[in-house]
């Protein structure tokens, strides 16, 4: 099993839409989650922290479910400047403290 | 503006030569990492350092070389270029590492023809 699995998309959805990401993750240690959004080859930003079950940003709502070991991103009331590449990201600490990145979902939202 | 920063943002060199990417911090963050991202791999994880003096391998480290003599600095060398490390490069650091956010440079895209 990969360390974090993402599915690649790309989802296509309308303006307006709700869209939902699911991120597993095989090392059941770990504590924080992270979600990342790129923009066409550009520098990875940070979106979003998960240190406990959730998180909520305006339209973006991640969650954690531990015992499935997965996370999701919800994205609600889709904008066309949502169109990007979401990254799951998870720390690994087994030989490196370093964070494991998915290869991440597309998406893109249409007028 | 405080932040991470790399050089060159572009580079196209020949097989065989040697190319140094520069990547430098001002928050004096402790870990610093090196990535390459490539279409289907998503990005992989070259090398990284918990401080000055302290790297360690990622998980594709091979033909790469790093150091850290300051805190802000950590260049990327590849000693004999290939075609096969043709990539965008990014840099990023962090505060401590493991389960902290890292935050990322504007990458660097180096051809390798």
């Known amino acids: 099993r990969k360390e974090v699995e993402q599915d690649p998309g790309p989802f296509n959805v309308p303006e307006g839409a709700t869209v939902a990401f699911n991120c597993t993750y095989s090392n059941s240690a770990s504590q924080s989650f992270f979600w990342y959004r790129q923009d066409c080859r550009k520098e990875p930003k940070l979106l979003m922290s998960v240190y406990s079950s959730g998180n909520e940003d305006g339209r973006f709502t991640a969650q954690l479910n531990r015992a499935s070991q997965y996370i999701s991103l919800l994205i609600r009331d889709s904008k066309l400047s949502d169109s990007a590449t979401y990254l799951c990201v998870v720390p690994f600490y087994t030989g490196r403290r370093a964070l494991t990145f998915g290869s991440g979902t597309r998406l893109q939202v249409q007028p | 503006d405080a932040g991470i920063t790399q050089s060159p943002r572009y580079k196209i060199t020949e097989t065989g030569r040697q190319v140094t990417l520069m990547c430098h911090q001002t928050w004096s963050h402790s870990y610093m990492f090196w990535y390459r991202q490539d279409l289907g791999h998503g990005l992989r994880l070259i090398y990284y350092s918990a401080a000055a003096d302290i790297t360690d391998k990622g998980e594709v480290p091979d033909g790469y070389v790093v150091s850290r003599s300051k805190t802000e600095n950590f260049p990327l060398t590849l000693e004999s270029a290939t075609r096969s490390q043709t990539s965008v490069y990014f840099c990023?650091?962090?505060?401590?590492?493991?389960?902290?956010?890292?935050?990322f440079g504007d990458g660097t895209r180096l051809s390798i023809l």
């Open positions: 990023a650091s962090s505060e401590w590492g493991g389960n902290q956010p890292q935050h």
